[in-house]
């Protein structure tokens, strides 16, 4: 499965997680990582997402709230 499949299937789930504003795909084409940004975050947050999405590493960003202007 690739990144963008993977992220596709959980993405839902991982949008109606507390605190997330968004999620993507990031790193590189060798080495993609599943990114989920929350409005804030700590040790206690990053806790609650899972280490891996379908052998993609997960990668926590906060990048407060996130608007379109």
């Known amino acids: 499965m690739n990144p963008e499949a993977a992220l596709d ?3 839902d789930r ?3 997680m ?3 504003v968004g999620v993507g795909i990031g790193g ?3 080495a993609p990582v599943i990114v ?3 409005n804030r ?5 990053r806790k609650t ?3 891996t999405l379908e052998g993609y590493p997960v990668k926590v960003e906060v990048t407060g709230e996130i608007t379109a202007e």
């Open 49 to 51: 997402f899972p280490q």
């Open 41 to 45: 975050g700590g040790a206690d947050v």
């Open 14 to 16: 991982l949008m109606a």
């Open 18 to 20: 507390p605190g997330v």
């Open 9 to 11: 299937k959980h993405q």
């Open 28 to 30: 590189s084409t060798d």
């Open 36 to 38: 989920i940004m929350v």
